[in-house]
């Protein structure tokens, strides 16, 4: 099944905003996404349609993501992830109560396994339905 430059660049803005949410840092959001795109031109004659284009790219980004993840991991220790971007509200009580929150969330994240992380992501965050996550991230409803 032949991919189109078309259907792919329809899925950036898409994979630009799940990576995003994944790094936190809209430079490495931008290259992982590209990584995914190259990757899925290279890989093209793998892809048999048996999920949708969409799923398939998801799913070679969020195994991007993971590896950028586990190799700054294994290089740096555990660095933290900010998820804590200065606020432009200037509302001192909101944003006291907003970093708290966000402080919260920050913890629970990073406890996760890159793998659940990713799968919260896509079923949360994105959207996709169970079994399109299932397949992006390569693991059985079970585990998911």
Known sequence: ?????????????????????????????RDLT???LL?????EPTFGGR???????????????IDHFRRRSTRAGSDEIDLLAAPSDQDVERVVAARQELSAVERALRELPELERMALML??????????????????????
């Open 123 to 144: 079923v949360d965050v994105e959207g996709l339905e169970r079994e399109e996550s299932c397949n992006a991230l390569g693991v059985t409803a079970t585990h998911l």
């Open 1 to 29: 099944m032949a991919i189109s430059e078309q259907a792919l660049r329809e899925l950036e803005p898409i994979l630009q905003r799940f990576a995003l949410r994944a790094t936190h840092d809209p430079e490495l959001s």
């Open 51 to 65: 999920s949708s284009l969409r799923t398939w790219v998801i799913g070679i980004l969020s195994h991007k993501v």
């Open 34 to 36: 590209q990584e995914a």
């Open 39 to 43: 990757a899925a031109i290279a890989q």
